[in-house]
């Protein structure tokens, strides 16, 4: 009687391996091949803004296109300053 339930344990503890190291495999696969981003989404840019009102200066570094409208201080559009390649 004891016999048969130490094999179920041993089952259940093997079972409860297996199913982690399925897990670890799903999170390795996952994790070394992420989703590619889509294309044209976000692009790597460096400009800087002025604001003309109060001279506040920003850096933009991620943007949805090459030539993004540029933000606003003080109500009014910041002055694009330079591209800086
Ligand atoms: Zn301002």
Not at 31 to 47: C, D, F, H, Q, Y
Not at 54 to 64: D, Q, W
Request: proline share 13%.
């Amino acid at each position: 009687m004891w016999g048969s339930i130490i094999w179920f344990g041993l089952g259940l503890v093997l079972l409860y391996f297996i199913w982690k190291i399925g897990l670890g495999m799903l999170r390795g696969m996952t994790s070394t091949l992420p989703p590619p981003p889509p294309a044209g989404e976000m692009r790597r840019i460096n400009v800087r803004y002025r604001c003309s009102s109060c001279g506040t200066e920003l850096r933009m570094t991620m943007a949805p296109d090459q030539n993004p409208p540029p933000p606003k201080h003080c109500l009014d559009d910041m002055d694009l300053i330079a591209p800086i390649d």
